[in-house]
């Protein structure tokens, strides 16, 4: 889609190389400098499409030299520095990446290639599996949300202060012994090894009957994946809530750290009522080079579920496409955000740009809704807070958040004068911070292509 800028970087790009040559020639005292690199081509070209389709890419200096960093996401990490925003005291790019390609290819397809369990603290010293993909070692262990991970390796110094030395243990090893201690008090020693396995981000979906009311609920972890895969599910989950005639619906995003932009619009088109089909969905919106490319997205109605509100469970690693769906759906349903903290903050997007063996992914556009919202930098605030069941399976009605919902959608209150307010230990917060750094966090457009 953005062929002109690619001729221009490119053409950049080979003067650049061009005059360098031309100083080795004519210069020769002092001796003259190696011949360029493919690595410092790479990343000369870094720099310039990151001065070309970058977002705030007026922002980087004259001075930004890209052949003072290691590799192209050493460099992509820089020029965050220069992403001033009006109404933030400081830069707002937390994202923008570079990543090889093989690498992201697996990533972006779902392929992994690990132990498949995540784990979190729900409070000092107590260190839960947050969740555990179905098809990983750790799935066909039976290893289960809500348990209790007792000694990692051997060693029971399980503490926000180890989080680093966690993260090396249960994401980055090959293999591992683990101790559980399972919610019914029973015990499980489990050794696992690293495979390769495929992603299914649709952990869990049901219907529940709460009073009067049938009440949809599907747990989503990614808009990353396999999407033939995820458009089956959906299709299969919102036949299943209408011949079920739910009129509520809980969608639980509270690990989802986004994905595909088009997955998003698939999502979106299934919980919007039907009179919104035809209008705004959102608009995307590029730097003052692209404008040519910004663009509109209408609604197209999928499916017979017609609501008039939705739930969507949310924490801090509820980002980027995430919030997207949640904004977009603002301006035409009652939309509810309960758990516990609001989102993460990402009302930007970006797309792949291939430089050499590497993918560079520059902030490069930013979305809003129908009603022209969307700079929520500082995350989507919530409209109850509720702790994070950590010690309850996925669809278990005792969870904390989802409990909240249904309390909510039969007495029209999250808490009654048994639920106490909702506060965490700071010490925990920033233990968990740790823990989730390594997760994906983006909006990716799959339509731009350099």
């Not at 209408?242 to 639980?252: H, L, T, Y």
């Not at 008039?308 to 769906?325: D, G, M, P, Q, Y």
């Not at 955000?337 to 970006?350: A, E, I």
Request: hydrophobic share 35%; net charge neutral; aromatic share 12%.
């Amino acid at each position: 889609m953005v062929k002109s800028g690619l001729i221009a970087v490119a053409a950049g790009l080979c003067f650049l190389i061009s005059c360098k040559k031309n100083d080795v020639k004519q210069n020769t005292t002092p001796p003259s400098p190696p011949p360029v690199t493919g690595t410092d081509k790479i990343k000369d070209s870094v720099v310039l499409y990151s001065r070309d389709i970058y977002l705030w890419y007026s922002q980087i200096p004259s001075s930004f030299n890209g052949q003072t960093y290691s590799d192209p996401d050493k460099i992509m990490t820089a020029i965050r520095n220069y992403s001033t925003e009006p109404g933030f005291s400081q830069p707002v790019d937390r994202w923008s990446f570079a990543i090889k390609q093989q690498e992201w290819d697996n990533v972006s397809s779902g392929a992994a290639q690990d132990f498949g369990m995540n784990v979190f603290f729900k409070a000092e010293g107590d260190l839960r599996v947050r969740y555990v993909e179905k098809s990983s070692p750790a799935g066909r262990a039976g290893i289960r949300r809500g348990w209790r991970v007792t000694k990692i390796n051997g060693s029971t110094a399980i503490t926000t202060a180890n989080a680093s030395t966690i993260i090396d243990a249960v994401y980055n090893s090959s293999a591992g012994s683990f101790s559980f201690e399972k919610p019914d008090g029973s015990t499980a020693d489990i050794n696992l090894s690293s495979a390769a396995y495929q992603e299914h981000p649709v952990f869990f979906d049901s219907v529940y009957t709460v009073g009067a009311k049938k009440v949809g609920y599907m747990v989503f972890n990614s808009f990353l994946g396999d999407t033939t895969e995820i458009n089956n599910e959906f299709q299969r989950i919102f036949s299943k809530f209408a011949q079920q005639n739910i009129s509520e619906v809980a969608i639980d995003l509270r690990y989802n750290g986004g994905g595909y932009v088009s997955t998003q619009e698939r999502l979106a088109d299934y919980l919007v009522k039907s009179s919104a089909n035809g209008q705004l969905m959102m608009k995307q919106q590029f730097n003052d080079k692209y404008t040519q490319y910004n663009e509109s997205t209408n609604f197209q109605k999928l499916g017979s579920v017609n609501l008039s509100r939705v739930f969507f469970i949310v924490s801090s690693s509820t980002a980027s496409a995430s919030e997207l769906l949640i904004n977009n759906l603002k301006p035409y349903l009652d939309v509810v955000l309960t758990g516990p903290s609001k989102t993460y903050g990402k009302p930007v997007g970006f797309f792949p740009i291939p430089v050499g063996d590497w993918y560079i992914f520059p902030v490069s556009f930013r979305t809003t809704n129908k009603n022209g919202e969307g700079n929520y930098f500082n995350g989507l605030a919530l409209n109850n807070q509720v702790a994070d069941g950590l010690d309850k399976d996925w669809g278990d009605v005792n969870e904390s958040a989802f409990a909240s919902v249904l309390r909510y959608i039969n007495s029209g209150a999250f808490r009654t004068q048994s639920t106490d307010v909702f506060s965490e230990n700071p010490q925990v917060v920033g233990g968990n911070r740790i823990l989730d750094e390594p997760l994906f966090k983006g909006a990716i457009d799959k339509k731009r292509k350099f």
